[in-house]
């Protein structure tokens, strides 16, 4: 079936790193993905890794895939307040972006 | 170069009513994606559409309709709106036939009273 879960919360101090955590029970799941959505604003995509890859990093972010335990994570390098948002994984079940499958998101709140 | 582009940003209705929300994807985008985010429900799919094809749908009943027009822009059709149909629906673009990279408009917020 179908699930990706999420914590619900991390919070960290600026300048710290963040670990966002997210587990998926597909393993056909092609793609994973990680989006950003600030208050009342739509998704920003912030990467994404193919399920052959075990890691990706762009800039500040790091995505590591551990598919035998299903896990994905995001981190955040030197977090900035202007990070604070929600960040969702989310799994494509097919080829490509059909349908995507995605977590409960995670709200980020980065303090001073 | 412009996003995507969702219209109206807000909209109130009515129960009973029927709405529907617009989409504009990335120019060279034929694939358009409507999602439903909904309070305490997250991000569900709605519906893909490529080339004008509804290509895939979501668990949602056959008042959630759309089409994909000529020029890739897209209409999300709800009818008989209920009181949980109160969401942010967003939309998604890619390039054609379900490309792994799709962005997403800044969504349209229904409130159905």
């Known amino acids: 079936g179908e699930d990706v879960e999420q914590s619900l919360f991390l919070s960290v101090r600026e300048g710290d790193s963040s670990v966002i955590n997210c587990t998926y029970t597909d393993s056909s799941s092609t793609y994973l993905y990680w989006y950003k959505q600030e208050p009342g604003a739509g998704l920003q995509l912030l990467t994404y890794?193919?399920?052959?890859?075990d890691m990706k990093q762009d800039q500040r972010l790091t995505v590591l895939l551990n598919k035998k335990d299903k896990h994905l994570s995001l981190r955040i390098a030197d977090t900035q307040t202007g990070d604070s948002a929600i960040y969702f994984c989310a799994e494509s079940m097919d080829t490509g972006f059909q349908k995507l499958v995605f977590g409960t998101g995670t709200r980020l709140l980065v303090s001073p | 170069e412009a996003g995507v582009t969702q219209s109206p940003t807000h909209l109130i209705k009515t129960r009973g009513q029927q709405v529907t929300l617009r989409c504009s994807p990335i120019?060279?985008?034929?694939?358009v994606y409507w999602y439903q985010q909904a309070l305490g429900l997250g991000l569900q799919f709605l519906l893909w559409?490529?080339?004008?094809?509804?290509?895939n749908r979501g668990n949602f009943p056959p008042r959630f309709s759309g089409r994909q027009f000529p020029n890739y822009s897209s209409e999300l059709n709800v009818n008989a709106l209920e009181l949980e149909d109160s969401a942010l629906y967003l939309c998604a673009s890619s390039l054609g036939g379900g490309g792994p990279e799709a962005f997403f408009g800044q969504g349209t917020r229904l409130t159905v009273v």
């Open positions: 890794i193919f399920s052959n890859m």
């Open positions: 559409y490529d080339e004008g094809e509804e290509r």
């Open positions: 120019s060279g985008h034929t694939s």
